[in-house]
């Protein structure tokens, strides 16, 4: 250490100097079998609560919860007060549970077992999102001995919830029963990649979704094709017309009012997405499974496509008879599983109304129509990029990455609009992940060196916010 390093310099000593520690209790953790999805690991999921809970205590949160009444999986909920009676409060989002191993004959090594090879950290959760959750109690504690402070300079409230794996099913039931604690004036959400190593971005917003079931019946048993056919309607027949009708020949989707509510993407973030690197083949190869081309909504880039604009899925269609042979009937009944991705202003309950106002335009006489939704779904969120807080994220991680930092969105959804809605607070975005990680895929890893660095733009962002936000 020389004699007055730069602030960014003593966050750096301070998270390097801790960095062995971060490590080791990271791949303690990681040994717990926290799938939230399968109830033999339920208790797991209890205990990777308890382990975070003695870990936030050891490291001196004054107040440290898990909220393990029920329904919802043990969720984990700290408190660290600023000393500075103005200091802004901030809530840190984050996630405990994780995904299931399967297909385990595909990982390397156990998923429960980290492994370091070279600068990658292998195991199940090492990116989503425990590796990203560790990294702020690093941040925090790398904050306090950076600058000698004995409190944090933001009030600091941290929700470190079970069940984000699961679709967050009792979310807004924690956030009602503990409205209070949970009071904020920014959320930082903390479960999204950069864009890429070489090209770090700070993430905006995600989609949201919409799910639903349509099922189509004409009779009540299959009927003769010879006997019946051309007399009575084919419901497989009528729900083809239907998931053809779902996109026009430019790739816009067909539910009347569908765009009414798209907010239009602004120029500059357009800008930004543009100097973004971006290679189709790769793209093609890393994010799409190997498709052959990147096709869509006329007008927009893969990009724009992706992260800004929103689409009607078939995942899965099913209808008469489909083993060896032939069978000469017409089908008593037909069904499509669809999904939506949705993006701002764009609400999921206006998107049922409209699919059942399309689906009901698309039952023909004689077929009776049932749309049966798949949960409440997610709204979408993104903050504006000039907001005071998503700004000074963009500058605390350059300052720790010591690269230029752009912006980007993701596809996915995720709690963001739910927490915003509840609590009224802006969301920002602070993750350093990266897409390669394969999270929710055998194999799963992180990059050692980039949650380090990650610890080091969430101190920066503690000094930095009350300026900021003031
Ligand atoms: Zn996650």
Known sequence: ?????????????????????????????????????????????????????????????????????????????????????????????????????????????????????????????????????????????????????????????????????????????????????????????????????????????????????????????????GRAGGGVPNPATALARLVAALHDDAGRVGLPGFYDDVAELSETERASWAELPFDEAAWLSANAGGAQAATGEEGFTTLERVWARPTAEVNGIAGGYTGPGGKTIVPASASVKLSFRLVPDQRPEHVADQLRAFVAAHTPPGVRAEVIERGAGAPPYAVDLTHPANLAVHDALEAALEQPVRFSRTGGSGPAAILHGWLGAPVVYLGVTLPGDRIHAPNERVVVPLLLRGAEAAAHLWRLLPGRLS
């Not at 901030?90 to 429960?112: C, S």
């Not at 070279?118 to 425990?130: C, N, Q």
């Open 1 to 225: 250490m020389t004699g007055d390093p730069e602030p960014a310099h003593r966050e750096r000593e301070a998270v390097a100097a801790l960095a062995d520690d971060f490590l080791s209790g990271l791949r303690e953790w990681l040994t717990i079998p926290s799938v939230g999805a399968d109830p033999a690991h339920h208790a797991d999921v209890g205990r990777s609560a308890e382990w975070l809970a003695s870990a936030l205590r050891a490291d001196g949160w004054p107040v440290v919860e898990v909220w393990d009444s029920g329904p919802a999986l043990p969720a984990v909920h700290a408190r660290w007060p600023s000393d500075d009676p103005d200091a802004p409060t901030v809530l840190v989002y984050g996630h405990h549970d994780v995904q299931p191993v399967d297909p385990v004959e595909l990982w390397h090594t156990p998923p429960f077992e980290p492994v370091l090879v070279g600068e990658e950290l292998f195991a199940r959760g090492a990116s989503d999102d425990k590796g990203q959750v560790a990294m702020h109690l690093l941040g925090v504690r790398a904050h306090l001995a950076a600058t000698g402070r004995t409190s944090p300079a933001v009030n600091l409230v941290l929700f470190v919830e079970g069940e984000e794996e699961s679709g967050s099913p009792h979310i807004t039931r924690l956030l009602d029963e503990h409205r209070a604690e949970l009071a904020s004036d920014l959320i930082v959400f903390t479960d999204t990649p950069l864009y890429e190593r070489d090209a770090p971005t700070v993430c905006t917003g995600q989609r949201g979704q919409y799910a639903a079931d349509v099922v189509f019946t004409g009779g009540t048993s299959d009927v003769h094709s």
